[in-house]
């Protein structure tokens, strides 16, 4: 997989400031806000940084969060870290290939997906293409 190092200049030259803020400096946008928190179009989700394909529409299922949710991701898209923010230990996902910040992945809350867990997804994180 293509790593996709820039600086902040480099980043804040190709990336609105909302992207900015939610994928280089691990913001979240409000719930019930996101453009693809409601959206079931066929296609893939690909990272609004650098442009990754990140999840498959198959994999994507309502939760009712607030944000777009997937129970899974393309296999090395996606990479996991310990977050301690917040005073809480959650599990940060971001993209493999630059390193944005994508949202949180939940285990265990009982949704009945292959994998019982919910990619909590910022919807300004990513950029979608129809399949064709």
């Not at 400096?25 to 990272?47: F, I, L, M, N």
């Not at 090395?76 to 977050?83: F, I, K, L, P, T």
Request: charged residues 25%; aromatic residues 10%.
């Amino acid at each position: 997989m293509t790593t996709v190092q820039k600086s902040d200049s480099e980043w804040r030259a190709i990336l609105s400031p909302q992207q900015f803020k939610i994928l280089r400096q691990k913001g979240t946008e409000p719930a019930g806000t996101g453009e693809y928190d409601k959206h079931y179009e066929q296609g893939v989700y690909s990272c609004a940084g650098c442009g990754t394909p990140l999840y498959k529409s198959t994999t994507k299922f309502n939760s009712g969060c607030g944000w777009p949710a997937f129970f899974d991701a393309i296999p090395g898209a996606v990479s996991r870290h310990e977050d301690n923010s917040w005073g809480m230990k959650r599990i940060e996902i971001t993209c493999t290939a630059c390193g944005g910040h994508l949202g949180h992945v939940f285990k265990g809350e009982g949704f009945p997906t292959p994998t019982d867990e919910r990619h909590c997804v910022n919807s300004i994180s990513l950029k979608f293409n129809e399949e064709k």
